[in-house]
């Protein structure tokens, strides 16, 4: 049964809300997680863990674990587009990691395994707070706080839990966000696409000779396209499961098809397979709530924006608003937070949702101009040589999902009220490029020290001052101020940057690895620290 009070309560359990979990224990804040759902995940959905999420797990410590439970290193991580799966492949697009600036590339694992690897890690923070089969019921606010009604779903136990601050990340059909009356905005997928847009259906599949019987170098990818049609194949251990998506025709009701006789034909061949679970869902979502926060309750992950997900962002972006959320509760926890603290939160991350949201809808209107050559199937030269036309086109144009180092690290905050501006203008904001930039509300750029060490490692878990050669007087006002006011702070004394994207001696950065102020001298550092603590 879970605690009668707590400092925050989350309600739902996936992996944003265990991520919010772990989160807020890593920096000692009371908390409890209730969500309806019995166990993690089952049936697949997100595949990729992206660099910044990994980076956010390596700060609290989680991200080699995490990594070790990814796709074989051995499978290539790259997409092969194919007429079948058993049929001609026609292009093959490895993966651009290599060069990011991050010391966390993506990693690549089955929704199945992180959740069940996640609800791992928070219950051996303390088990007694995490509750499956728990749903919400009902809250209020009470006494500068919230008082919520929770089930437990199998007996009908009912209980009243008080907590200060309520964190709904309970999925599409948020009982948090319809309580507060906040609609969703954008695209709702009624328009019909030519893959991801509409009606798709998505089944979990075994087929353990499958790999063979294509006789092509697996990969961890796979796009079916062919003119009868078009779906997309996902590894989920690299040896005989996947999950297959597939997209329903226009004006066809989904409970109407074939599933083994369509999941045949996207194979191509006759190969035995098992459905381990399936459903339909909607493509061409490109969805934000109106907004993220009501006093002391908050929206994060689905609850708070939808997205198609080509890309991969939206798990991540979740990810990101918790990571940016927990912080700031931490402080009031700590007792250093200002009073506008919390205002940041739907400043600093709806905007990240209403940019991240787009880029699933740019891919899905790039496919709709893949029209598929007629014989494209056949075994003659006429047709191996429209398949290889077809395959440079469309490696050339779906590039665009996957060269998203920008989206995933580019982040920046530019008009928050708790980071301090510097009056430059903002630079671009690419989606396929980071150049990384010392700047107020972004990111702190990654710089490696040594092998396998990064500047990131040594950052506190509070804020961090870094100090690039500054003079005794401008280094030592932050620790007096930061001491003034209860904030934690941590000074790294780092050599001067020869060439490195530091560009200021002086480098205040958040706890959560954005940039709060740089300069070469300060004025007021009280009035710095201030700002970055939200009073």
């Not at 697009?93 to 590339?105: G, H, K, S």
């Not at 069940?116 to 006494?143: K, M, N, Y």
């Not at 507060?180 to 599949?205: K, P, Q």
């Not at 500047?455 to 804020?463: C, N, S, V, Y």
């Amino acid at each position: 049964m879970p605690s009668s009070e707590t400092f925050a309560l989350i309600v739902g359990g996936g992996p944003v809300g265990l991520s919010a979990a772990i989160e807020l224990q890593w920096r000692g804040v009371p908390n409890v997680l209730v969500t309806e759902n019995l166990d993690t995940a089952q049936h697949p959905k997100c595949n990729n863990t992206n660099a910044r999420s990994m980076e956010h797990f390596r700060r609290i410590g989680i991200a080699r674990e995490l990594r070790s439970e990814g796709l074989p290193p051995g499978l290539a991580r790259a997409s092969a587009y194919v007429t079948r799966f058993c049929g001609h492949e026609f292009g093959r697009l490895p993966r651009p990691y290599a060069d990011w600036p991050t010391p966390e590339v993506p990693n690549t694992v089955s929704q199945i395994v992180l959740e069940r690897t996640l609800r791992r890690c928070a219950e051996r923070q303390d088990a007694a707070r995490i509750h499956f089969g728990w749903r919400l019921v009902s809250f209020e606010p009470r006494d500068g706080g919230i008082i919520a009604e929770v089930e437990d779903v199998k007996s009908g136990a009912r209980q009243e839990i008080r907590a200060r601050y309520l964190l709904g990340i309970d999925g599409a059909g948020s009982t948090v966000r319809r309580a507060l009356g906040f609609g969703m905005v954008g695209e709702d997928g009624t328009t019909h696409r030519a893959f991801m847009g509409g009606t798709m259906l998505s089944y979990y599949i075994r087929s353990p000779t499958l790999t063979a019987a294509s006789g092509r170098s697996p990969t961890h990818m796979t796009w079916i396209i062919n003119p009868d049609l078009r779906a997309m194949m996902y590894a989920q251990d690299g040896r005989e499961t996947w999950v297959v998506h597939y997209q329903v025709p226009k004006s066809m009701d989904w409970r109407a098809i074939d599933a083994k006789a369509t999941i045949g034909a996207l194979l191509g061949a006759d190969v035995p397979f098992e459905i381990l679970s399936g459903g339909p869902w909607t493509g061409g979502l490109a969805l934000v709530a109106e907004h993220y926060q009501r006093g002391p309750v908050f929206l994060a992950g689905d609850a708070a924006h939808l997205f198609t997900p080509l890309g991969g962002l939206g798990m991540n972006t979740g990810i990101g608003d918790v990571m940016n959320l927990c912080w700031k509760i931490a402080a009031d926890h700590q007792g250093w937070a200002g009073p506008r603290i919390f205002d940041t939160y739907e400043i600093e991350r709806r905007p990240m949702g209403l940019r991240n949201v787009q880029l699933g809808v740019h891919c899905t209107k790039i496919m709709d101009g893949w029209v598929v050559p007629k014989n494209f199937e056949a075994d003659d030269a006429e047709a191996q040589a429209k398949r290889e036309g077809f395959g440079a086109r469309i490696m050339e144009e779906d590039r665009v999902q996957y060269l998203t180092v920008g989206l995933q690290l580019g982040e920046r905050y530019e008009g928050s009220p708790i980071v301090c501006p510097d009056g430059t203008p903002a630079p671009p904001d690419p989606w396929d490029s980071c150049a990384q930039v010392d700047r107020h509300g972004a990111r702190a750029p990654h710089v490696s020290h040594a092998p396998k060490h990064a500047l990131f490692d040594e950052f506190g878990p509070g804020f961090t001052l870094l100090d690039f050669g500054a003079d005794d007087a401008a280094s030592e006002a932050f620790p007096k101020a930061a001491g003034a006011r209860g904030v934690p702070l941590k000074i790294l004394r780092v050599p001067p940057p020869q060439g490195d994207p530091y560009t200021r001696k002086l480098v205040l950065v958040r706890p959560d690895q954005h940039i709060a102020w740089h300069g070469d001298v300060v004025d007021n550092a009280l009035a710095v620290i201030d700002r970055a603590r939200g009073a």
